[in-house]
């Protein structure tokens, strides 16, 4: 698919690999709308991408902000792309060392944002992208969700999150046929550890650690690597209906 002139729309995008994604399209001649509940930092970022980056402030959670971001993203007729990498994890088990349950708040609160969010953002993309004009193949584009190595390889207290995550792989398929009759493609990125503003947080020691742990090269994910996958994603028109490991080969252990 031709990128360069279209629109896309990239939530979590003021921060981590949504931000990386914004930059590496709007690089690419893409007029990109960051949505994303910082607002604030949304802006900054809109701003130094440059006359090719817009923002809008809200919540993925709510429909309404939703539509609101999308109406913003297909303004003058041409969203092809949207990119969902708004979410966050959780730590807690089946059982606490206690005894006690899962807290059941928790665990619905990460698949609203993961799942719910995801699916709003989705499903009102794809109703804008579906009436603009085709191009070769009758393509009109192409929408990216994120997952996670956890889908696969959950590990001890990931139970919320390696479900929201595999939530995101069973949906690609299904999604991808429903949308095949449009000429919208669907994938998903399964990224695995990257330096995010979440491992960030982590001392300097305990990063390198896990970045020992991958297979090759021995390191975390730098996000515009994961930023130039949703824009070869985005031009590559065989791919489809498929779930993108980006994990440098690791197979996360039980913990």
């Known amino acids: 698919m031709e990128i360069k002139g279209s629109s896309a729309i990239i939530t979590g995008g003021a921060s981590g690999l949504g931000e990386a994604?914004?930059?590496k399209l709007g690089a690419e001649g893409v007029r990109v709308t960051i949505f994303d509940k910082n607002e604030e930092r949304a802006k900054e970022v809109a701003g130094e991408i440059g006359a090719n980056a817009n923002y809008v402030g809200g919540d993925v959670t709510d429909p309404e902000d939703c539509q609101k971001a999308v109406d913003q993203a297909a303004d003058g007729g041409n969203l092809r792309i949207a990119v969902n990498c708004a979410?966050?994890?959780?730590?807690?088990?089946?059982?606490?060392?206690?005894?006690?349950?899962h807290e059941l708040g928790v665990f619905q609160f990460i698949q609203n944002l993961n799942v719910i969010g995801t699916f709003n953002v989705m499903t009102k993309a794809a109703s804008a992208i579906s009436t603009v004009e085709p191009q070769a193949d009758g393509e009109r584009g192409v929408i990216v969700n994120t997952s996670s190595v956890a889908a696969f390889d959950g590990q001890i207290g990931q139970l919320a999150?390696?479900?929201?995550?595999?939530?995101?792989?069973?949906m690609t398929l299904p999604?991808?046929?429903?949308?095949?009759?449009?000429?919208?493609?669907?994938l998903a990125i399964a990224p695995g550890l990257f330096d995010t503003p979440l491992l960030a947080m982590l001392p300097q020691e305990a990063r390198e650690t896990l970045g020992q742990s991958v297979n090759?090269?021995?390191r975390l994910g730098n996000p515009k690597?994961?930023?130039?996958l949703v824009a070869h994603i985005a031009t590559n028109s065989y791919l489809n209906a498929e779930v993108i490991r980006l994990d440098g080969g690791i197979r996360m252990p039980p913990k």
């Not at 690597?225 to 130039?228: D, R, V």
């Open 21 to 23: 994604t914004a930059r």
């Open 87 to 101: 979410g966050t994890g959780w730590v807690g088990r089946v059982i606490n060392r206690d005894g006690s349950p």
């Open 161 to 170: 999150y390696s479900a929201s995550k595999g939530a995101i792989v069973g």
């Open 175 to 186: 999604a991808a046929r429903d949308l095949a009759v449009v000429g919208i493609r669907v």
């Open 216 to 218: 090759f090269p021995k």
């Open 225 to 228: 690597e994961f930023g130039e």
